[in-house]
């Protein structure tokens, strides 16, 4: 069975940094790709980024690139999302999730399967 577990969410001031945190179990990321979506109560879920190891890509929505890093680590089970220069449109909670659709040109929710349950990221002075 595949479970994830975010955390590292808080609060930050515009152009602080966070670094989220996904730990997982049940699988490698040779067996997975991760993902990470967003969300603001009343909007669709976005997704921000993936990481596919057995494809070698990773993925970062345009609201991303050049600010947030993507980045894993089987050795201790995480897949790091790095965020700087942050935004109050940034503001959501972010989700990890395994096992969806990740390639260069985006990631989208395939399973219901492999969610966490969130972590708050709210960016505000």
């Known amino acids: 069975q595949i479970q994830v577990v975010e955390s590292g969410g808080g609060l930050v001031q515009p152009g602080g940094s966070l670094r989220l945190s996904c730990s997982y179990s049940g699988f490698t990321l040779a067996d997975y790709d991760i993902s990470w979506f967003r969300q603001v109560p009343g909007k669709e879920r976005e997704g921000v980024s993936c990481i596919s190891v057995s494809d070698g890509i990773t993925y970062y929505a345009d609201s991303a690139k050049g600010r947030f890093t993507i980045s894993g680590d089987d050795a201790k089970n995480t897949v790091y999302l790095q965020m700087n220069s942050l935004k109050p449109e940034d503001t959501a909670i972010y989700y990890c999730?395994?096992?969806?659709?990740?390639?260069?040109?985006?990631?989208?929710?395939?399973?219901?399967?492999?969610w966490g349950q969130g972590t708050q990221v709210t960016v505000s002075s």
């Open positions: 999730a395994a096992d969806q659709y990740c390639s260069a040109a985006g990631t989208f929710e395939i399973s219901e399967n492999g």
